[in-house]
T-cell receptor, first 118, second 110 residues
Framework: EAGVTQFPSHSVIEKGQTVTLRCDPI?????LYWYRRVMGKEIKFLLH????????ESGMPNNRFLAERTGGTYSTLKVQPAELEDSGVYFC????????????????FGPGTRLTVT | LAKTTQPISMDSYEGQEVNITCSHN???????ITWYQQFPSQGPRFIIQ???TKVTNEVASLFIPADRKSSTLSLPRVSLSDTAVYYC???????????FGQGTTLQVKP
């Protein structure tokens, strides 16, 4: 079974440009999460899809970030325009089930996309 | 969501047992305790999850005392390949989002 894949593995762009990150979850996983780690900080939740619907986008930093999940399969995260503070590693994770109260279903993470904004 | 506290780093030698303790004084009644492992240049990977007493799988054991205010991840006979960051997480958001702390960087030496 293929794991979660992310593309690209590394992206270097200039401030003000646009970048689109892609995540392919494990087949059959309805839940898809985006997280990121900026330099020196902890991994932070960005948003959660259940199929094609945004379930929780409370972690999205601002309106320069747009996430989509067309058809409930792969997801994209677009940053437009990119700023220096957006540099970091963006992780995608997927899970089969929703969490029961207080308990998380195992989330499978991709290798991440390292974004560098210069 | 309960805040967790764990050591920033630990050193060990190959073949030793490693115990990483996590404090979570404000754990809620329904909260489970979950540990993830992260190798360099990879995403986190689920290790183990428990609610009380002891849980064991092929990778690790998780010990949770009766008051559940702390938990200990035990890695038997570590090898160099166990060098990683280990995260203790408690509870989950309503939609299962994970709340990561700083983690414990374990360095296994030959």
């Amino acid at each position: 079974e293929a794991g979660v894949t992310q593309f690209p593995s590394h992206s270097v762009i200039e401030k003000g440009q646009t970048v689109t990150l892609r995540c392919d979850p494990i087949s059959g996983h309805d839940n898809l999460y985006w997280y990121r780690r900026v330099m020196g900080k902890e991994i932070k939740f960005l948003l959660h899809f259940v199929k094609e619907s945004k379930q929780d986008e409370s972690g999205m930093p601002n309106n320069r970030f747009l996430a989509e999940r067309t058809g409930g399969t792969y997801s994209t995260l677009k940053v437009q325009p990119a700023e220096l503070e957006d540099s970091g590693v963006y992780f995608c994770a997927s899970s089969h089930s929703l969490a029961a109260r207080g308990r998380t279903d195992e989330q499978y993470f991709g290798p991440g996309t390292r974004l560098t904004v210069t | 969501l309960a805040k967790t506290t764990q050591p920033i780093s630990m050193d060990s030698y190959e073949g030793q047992e490693v115990n990483i303790t996590c404090s979570h004084n404000n754990i809620a009644t329904n909260d489970y305790i979950t540990w993830y492992q992260q190798f360099p240049s990879q995403g986190p990977r689920f290790i183990i999850q428990g609610y009380k007493t002891k849980v064991t799988n092929e990778v690790a054991s998780l010990f949770i005392p009766a008051d559940r205010k702390s938990s200990t991840l035990s890695l038997p006979r570590v090898s160099l390949s166990d060098t990683a960051v280990y995260y203790c997480l408690v509870g989950a958001g309503n939609t299962g989002k994970l709340i990561f702390g700083q983690g414990t960087t374990l360095q296994v030496k030959p």
